[in-house]
């Protein structure tokens, strides 16, 4: 059966559609293979069966944000769900949150950092909480007063400045940035990529679709897309990188399929008119 991407978007082609429908179930199985034998081996849940275990904690905890008005009970409740889910994912991540200086002495406030091994930043995984139960577009929401602490002030600046912006002028605009950015709420993720950031590409994980289907295609994709051991290899380039390098070449090679198509209709148009002038309209041609 192929596979399911029901939740998972490729904003602005992250990568192109017909290479997640088409190509991205085979180069994805090695690694799926990989996962199974290492949890087996370890006689623990494979992570995507992991995720699917915390479907009834995202459903309870989904009620109780419906219902939850206060902002610092809402937060508690979503912070201890985004731990349980990012641990399922590979990550060491534990309920601190560090506190990570990036242009202007600004604070970022980070769930968990990835570091390459020479130390620089790789990955941050940051939460976004929404206070008014808007379900505002993830980029689109803000942090809040309650995300800081008495050590470490709110910036004025962050009023009025979403996450997008945050991104894009304190983040990777900062000396040493990370690669990769995790914005996560309790119902949705997105990955956000230094490297394709300029055309605002990235991939959003809607997890009300993901969990409630419970399809194990869909879950299989969601694990290898997000894990840390794809995304943040201790050896080697992270897998999303082979991912967009044979999403190149599939749409550079259907795109020279289409060309060499397109030639021959039209050389094949133009000797069915030559024919037709010649045998029935009986016009010389030279």
Not at 131 to 160: A, G, R, S, T
Request: aromatic share 10%; hydrophobic share 35%.
């Amino acid at each position: 059966m192929a596979i399911d991407l029901t939740g998972i978007l490729s904003v602005n082609e992250y990568y192109t559609h017909h290479y997640l429908n088409t190509i991205l179930e085979e180069d994805i199985k090695d690694i799926v293979k990989k996962f199974k034998e290492e949890s087996d081996a370890k006689e623990e849940s494979a992570p995507w069966s992991k995720l699917k275990e915390l479907s009834k904690k995202y459903y309870t905890l989904n009620e109780k944000m419906n219902r939850e008005k206060n902002l610092q009970n809402r937060y508690k409740a979503q912070h201890e769900f985004i731990i349980n889910l990012f641990q399922s994912l590979g990550y060491e991540i534990n309920s601190n949150v560090e506190y990570i200086e990036v242009k202007n002495h600004i604070n970022i406030p980070v769930l968990d950092e990835v570091k390459k091994a020479n130390g620089a930043p790789l990955l941050w995984i940051i939460e976004s909480i929404d206070e008014y139960n808007e379900e505002q577009e993830l980029l689109h929401n803000y942090f809040k007063d309650i995300q800081y602490n008495e050590e470490v002030e709110y910036p004025e600046e962050f009023k009025k400045m979403d996450f997008e912006e945050i991104i894009t002028k304190y983040i990777f605009s900062s000396d040493e940035p990370p690669r990769f950015i995790i914005l996560s709420s309790y119902n949705e993720i997105i990955i956000v990529d230094r490297s394709k950031w300029a055309e605002k590409r990235i991939l959003n994980f809607k997890l009300d679709d993901i969990l409630s289907r419970k399809e194990d295609s869909t879950l299989q994709a969601t694990t290898v897309l997000l894990h840390k051991d794809t995304m943040c290899p201790t050896d080697g380039i992270s897998f999303l990188d082979t991912l967009s390098e044979n999403s190149h070449k599939h749409a550079s090679s259907v795109s020279e399929d289409l060309k060499y198509a397109l030639r021959e209709s039209i050389e094949l148009l133009g000797n069915d008119a030559i024919r037709d002038m010649k045998d029935r309209q009986r016009v010389g041609v030279f």
